[in-house]
């Protein structure tokens, strides 16, 4: 057990539902972030909050919407996803300074049809 | 991008000493480096991690040379439970702040 729990684990979704993936974290840590990892792929960053605040990332398509309601939750909102969106989805968390460690949550593996 | 490259695959036998190596020559002063596992489809597993001395802990030791342009993770001791992609990582400025980006690691088999 890393201290961040990822909720579900599985999910499977038509194209037009609308889904919510969460993590919670136990470690007291105030940065929280959002990484997908496709098939065969490196790590991709979508999402940072610090202390609560999303650092601006353009480059996520908006049907993806994150939600950080404190420095212990984070949502990451689905909605009219593509088939290419299925992925491994993987939340962190870590004291956002220098020389601390990133934990990762088991991740949920999302498969679009 | 990544700020570090590393091997695409290594084999090592089980038993042996694994000895990853990762080029990391824009490093700045005051950045770490990092190193993380992944096995399939699980979330990434810290492993070590520093700035400017050789570290050891229970899962590896992390050698940085001098000039800490490069850095190479040990485990001593290889089983076939670390067979897994190693990411070698030093924490990039970018839109987000400072922050770690992954690059594709090095894919370690570990052969009975």
């Known amino acids: 057990e890393t201290g961040v729990t990822q909720t579900p684990r599985h999910l499977v979704m038509g194209m037009t539902n609308k889904k919510s993936l969460k993590c919670e974290q136990h470690?007291?840590?105030?940065?929280m972030y959002w990484y997908k990892q496709s098939a065969k792929k490196p790590l991709e960053l979508m999402f940072v909050y610090n202390f609560k605040e999303q650092t601006e990332n353009n480059s996520v398509p908006s049907r993806f919407s994150p939600e950080c309601p404190n420095s212990s939750h984070l949502f990451l909102h689905l909605h009219t996803l593509q088939p290419e969106d299925s992925a491994l989805y993987l939340c962190?968390?870590?004291?956002?300074?220098?020389?601390?460690?990133?934990?990762f949550g088991s991740g949920t593996q999302l498969s679009v049809l | 991008d990544a700020k570090t490259t590393q091997p695409t695959s290594m084999d090592c036998a089980e038993g042996r000493a694994a000895n990853l190596p990762c080029n990391h020559s824009t490093i700045s002063g005051n950045e770490y480096v990092y190193w993380y596992r992944q096995i399939h489809s699980q979330g990434p597993q810290y492993i070590i991690h520093?700035?400017?001395n050789n570290e050891t802990n229970e899962m590896a030791s992390l050698i940085i040379t001098e000039d800490r342009k490069s850095s190479t993770l040990i485990l001593p001791h290889a089983t076939l439970r670390d067979t897994a992609v190693y990411y070698c990582i030093v924490r990039v400025a970018d839109n987000y702040g400072q922050n770690f980006v992954f690059g594709p690691g090095t894919r370690l088999s570990v052969l009975p």
């Open positions: 470690l007291g840590h105030n940065a």
């Open positions: 962190a968390s870590s004291q956002a300074t220098e020389g601390e460690k990133l934990f």
């Open positions: 520093g700035l400017k």
